[in-house]
């Protein structure tokens, strides 16, 4: 089943009077994958996935979800997608049971006390079941909506900023299960965000789209500029390093010094023979920061847009 | 679609603002016929007027069934504002609290959204007016007791006997229900192009006051156009108490003076219902969801 298309977009576009929301996006994404939608605010994501739950209806272009056009198939593919689209509202008067109920049956699926109990087991919300919403904070109706969105065992599950309002733990118990949900259950997750490192963490692949473009799609490597893994160290020999670094072969306009840290830019494959350079020199290194560059590359590229956009 | 009509009258009936309409109705019911069983007859002496110095009248003419008449004359115009509030609501509360997008990416076509929800709307409407119907019917009837009905029209005067009421009431409050039912669909109708329940909620009553004020003044221009607005036929039910008479001038027992007009204003009705059902289905299906 691996490598079957899920999700194709081909030229999709949406035009709000004069505002172009999304222009001509195209995408395709297979089983398995955790797609990362990245973007800034405003950049068409959210347009483009309400595209994609047939909440907005696309100017131009075709959606097709399990290889069906999703105009027509509208009801037997959304039987298939479970997803929260930015906040997770749900009744405030009802409680998490009842909710979680309601959106259970919508979904066509039978329901049981015990699959909803375990259903809010799962998210944490057992406790407080029988509570009503307009009690819970904000990281607690985040977790109910993805109760909600996993109730009925969807194949694929959109999620739009998912880890918002959220505590570190609630982000990084999301950012598992969206893991497991890929890993285990071979789940088609397609993921939005304008935090790069909430996609960089769990995406296994990237768009990036900006002013409603496609601005480049690819693997987290393939998108990495493989000549620009910046790298930091912490030595108290700050200034004997930076000499050393300078009559090697490491010397380029990238080394920066910031007291005891020295940071520089080098091709990825290379790290581990830098770390032998630094070895032989004596240099004593208390801490090793390999940093990521996809803030740098996302910013480079939606940078250059702005410049033809100009 | 049973599945959604079941969820949304779960819905309507576990939210406190749904009640409101119920214990309003109880009070000014309550007051009504507290009111009418302490001065009732002051009150009877003022709707003859005249009349009563004509008139030989025996028996109790502030009867349970006069009571009931009373308060339908007063409160059938005041219902439909209590009614907008939920139906008002149906959907622009929902664009309003997020639910919506939630709602319309579920396996559910949106034609089975509106009519889902406009049938959990009509329950409540008519439950509000069983609830109405047994208040001011059977409850005026157990504190006032049964007699004829005597009611004062325009230029005229009718009495009905008590064994040839009930069934007019029965069709009075039919009749009444898609009366309200209108609004109900009016409401929904305004409810699916606004975000929040206030405008809708505002607009319909907005309407009913204007509509009400067109149908009941007697001026040329609003003469023309008075045929067309529902509000006109919305006090149709009124014909349910105007019978017939023999050639000595009684009622004939089981007689309505004009049925014809009953039933064109219930096709009038009918006709708005569906009309606004159908133009929400059409706009909702139209309607980009960015809330």
């Known amino acids: 089943m691996q490598n079957t298309d899920i999700i194709q977009v081909k030229n999709l576009s949406k035009q709000f009077s004069k505002i172009h929301a999304v222009n001509d996006i195209s995408f395709t994404v297979q089983q398995g994958d955790i797609y990362g939608f990245l973007g800034q605010n405003g950049a068409g994501k959210s347009t483009t996935i309400r595209m994609l739950l047939t909440l907005i209806k696309p100017t131009s272009g075709s959606i097709k979800i399990f290889g069906k056009d999703l105009q027509d198939n509208k009801k037997e593919i959304l039987k298939n997608i479970g997803a929260i689209i930015e906040k997770p509202d749900v009744y405030k008067f009802l409680t998490a049971y009842q909710n979680l109920k309601i959106f259970a049956q919508l979904s066509g699926c039978k329901v049981s006390k015990e699959m909803l109990m375990n259903q809010l087991e799962m998210v944490g919300l057992a406790s407080r079941a029988y509570d009503v919403v307009k009690t819970f904070s904000q990281g607690m109706k985040q977790r109910l909506g993805i109760a909600i969105a996993l109730i009925h065992n969807p194949d694929v599950i959109i999620l739009d900023e998912p880890t918002n309002g959220l505590d570190p733990q609630g982000i990084a118990d999301i950012r598992n299960l969206i893991k497991r949900l890929s890993k285990e259950f071979n789940k088609t997750v397609l993921i939005s965000s304008h935090l790069l490192n909430e996609i960089e963490q769990v995406a296994t692949k990237i768009l990036i789209i900006d002013k409603g473009k496609k601005i480049i799609e690819g693997t987290k490597q393939e998108l990495l500029d493989p000549e620009q893994t910046i790298v930091e160290f912490e030595t108290i020999e700050a200034e004997k390093a930076r000499e050393k670094l300078i009559f090697s072969k490491w010397n380029t306009d990238t080394i920066f010094q910031n007291y005891n840290n020295i940071s520089l830019s080098l091709p990825y494959e290379q790290i581990p023979s830098f770390h032998k350079f630094l070895a032989e020199n004596n240099i004593p290194v208390f801490s090793f920061h390999q940093r990521n560059s996809l803030e740098d590359y996302f910013i480079k590229v939606t940078k250059e847009n702005d410049v033809h956009a100009i | ?291």
């Open chain 2, 1 to 291: 679609m049973y599945t959604l009509f079941k969820i949304e009258l779960y819905k309507i009936f576990k939210r406190p603002r749904t009640y409101i309409a119920f214990i309003a109705i109880t009070a000014l019911i309550g007051i009504i016929q507290l009111g009418l069983k302490v001065d009732g007859k002051e009150y009877i002496s003022f709707v003859l007027g005249d009349l009563s110095n004509t008139l030989q009248i025996n028996g109790n003419l502030c009867n349970g069934y006069f009571v009931c008449y009373c308060i339908l004359q007063l409160l059938l115009v005041h219902v439909p504002l209590l009614i907008a509030l939920i139906a008002a609501d149906m959907i622009s509360g929902e664009a309003n609290m997020g639910t919506l997008r939630l709602l319309l990416s579920k396996p559910i076509s949106r034609s089975e959204v509106i009519i889902g929800k406009f049938l959990a709307a009509s329950v409540y409407t008519i439950f509000l007016l069983i609830w109405l119907a047994f208040l001011a019917l059977i409850v005026s009837i157990f504190i006032f007791g049964t007699d004829d009905i005597f009611l004062i029209k325009n230029n005229y005067a009718v009495q009905i006997a008590a064994n040839d009421i009930m069934w007019r009431y029965a069709g009075a409050f039919i009749f009444a229900a898609l009366a309200m039912l209108t609004v109900t669909a009016l409401a929904f109708f305004l409810s699916v192009f606004a975000e929040n329940s206030i405008g809708p909620i505002v607009a319909t009553i907005s309407i009913i006051i204007f509509f009400t004020i067109f149908s009941t003044m007697s001026i040329p221009l609003f003469n023309k156009i008075k045929p067309f607005l529902f509000t006109t036929h919305m006090v149709a039910w009124k014909e349910f108490f105007d019978v017939k008479v023999d050639e000595n001038n009684i009622s004939i027992a089981g007689s309505i003076y004009r049925p014809d007009k009953i039933i064109y204003s219930a096709m009038v009705l009918i006709i708005h219902i569906v009309t606004l059902v159908s133009i929400s289905i059409y706009a909702l299906k139209k309607k980009d969801i960015l809330s």
